[in-house]
């Protein structure tokens, strides 16, 4: 259902992050992540994280995200969620991604002048969905 300390750091040194399965809003604030600090807010009906006070990661309804890692040019991650899901991603503004679901490519997509890029997936419950986005 969700990362039960509602934001970790993985031994393979990503993030994992959210709880799905809260019926209340529940956030914790200043975590420390390779410099940086992150802000997370979640619960059944949403899920976001910021990173030094910038939009990074928001999902409708609820997520449970496992082994976040965003480099340069590139986001990759497991997603777990009740049912289908719409994520909304902070990347560079006005640019063109690749985006991967399971392995398949679902499409090139553009960011808009915020840099948001959303993404519908359909979930299978109980089994979390791969994505990767890279930038063309």
């Known amino acids: 259902m969700g990362i039960e300390e509602l934001i970790r750091i ?30 997370i807010k979640t ?3 949403i899920t976001k994280l910021e990173r030094n006070g910038m939009f990074v990661y928001e999902s409708t ?5 496992f082994h976040f890692k965003a480099v340069e040019n590139a ?3 497991q997603v777990e969620a009740a049912e289908d899901v719409q994520i909304t991603l902070g990347l560079e503004a006005e640019q063109e991604y690749t985006v991967y679901v399971d392995q398949v490519n679902i499409g090139k997509m553009k960011t808009n002048l915020g840099g948001k890029l959303p993404i ?5 419950a109980g089994r979390p969905a791969s994505v990767k986005v890279e930038k063309n």
């Open 10 to 39: 993985e031994d393979d040194g990503t993030l994992s992050f959210g709880n799905y399965g809260l019926d209340d809003k529940k956030k914790r604030a200043d975590f420390d992540f390779q410099g940086d600090k992150y802000k």
């Open 43 to 45: 619960f059944s009906g």
């Open 75 to 77: 986001v990759a991650f």
């Open 120 to 124: 519908s997936i359909e979930i299978n």
């Open 61 to 65: 309804p609820g997520t449970a995200v």
